[in-house]
């Protein structure tokens, strides 16, 4: 069983940055693929980006391309989504979730371990 606990969300101005993390718990966190979703009020949960397990492959929504990164450091289990450019439509809370392969997807429905989600508000 893994756990993953987000944090580094908050309140933004537009323009501004902020830098999530997703701390896993196991011992084969460097095993799995891992993705960042988000979800507004009153929408279903969407795709953010994704990372496989050597970090060698990353992919992004089109709707965050050139302003989000995703990044890990498999020695602290531990996966990164640093936020530039917030925009107030990235107001939603922001979900780690991990895949027991190492190649990631955009698939909600792929990803086994889920975060309790951390909420990031941008203001304009």
């Known amino acids: 069983q893994v756990q993953l606990v987000e944090s580094g969300g908050g309140l933004v101005q537009a323009g501004g940055s902020l830098r999530l993390s997703c701390a896993a718990s196991?011992?084969?966190?460097?095993?799995?693929?891992m993705a960042w979703f988000r979800q507004a009020p009153g929408k279903e949960r969407e795709f953010v980006t994704h990372?496989?397990?050597?970090?060698?492959?990353?992919y992004y929504a089109n709707s965050v391309k050139g302003r989000f990164t995703i990044s890990r450091d498999n020695a602290k289990n531990t996966v990164y989504l640093q936020m530039n450019s917030l925009k107030p439509e990235d107001t939603a809370v922001y979900f780690c979730?991990?895949?027991?392969?190492?190649?990631?997807?955009?698939?909600?429905?792929?990803?086994?371990?889920w975060g309790q989600g951390t909420q990031v508000t941008v203001s304009s």
């Open positions: 979730a991990a895949r027991r392969r190492y190649s990631s997807t955009y698939y909600v429905a792929e990803y086994d371990y």
């Open positions: 196991g011992r084969t966190f460097s095993s799995y693929g």
């Open positions: 990372i496989n397990w050597s970090g060698g492959n990353t």
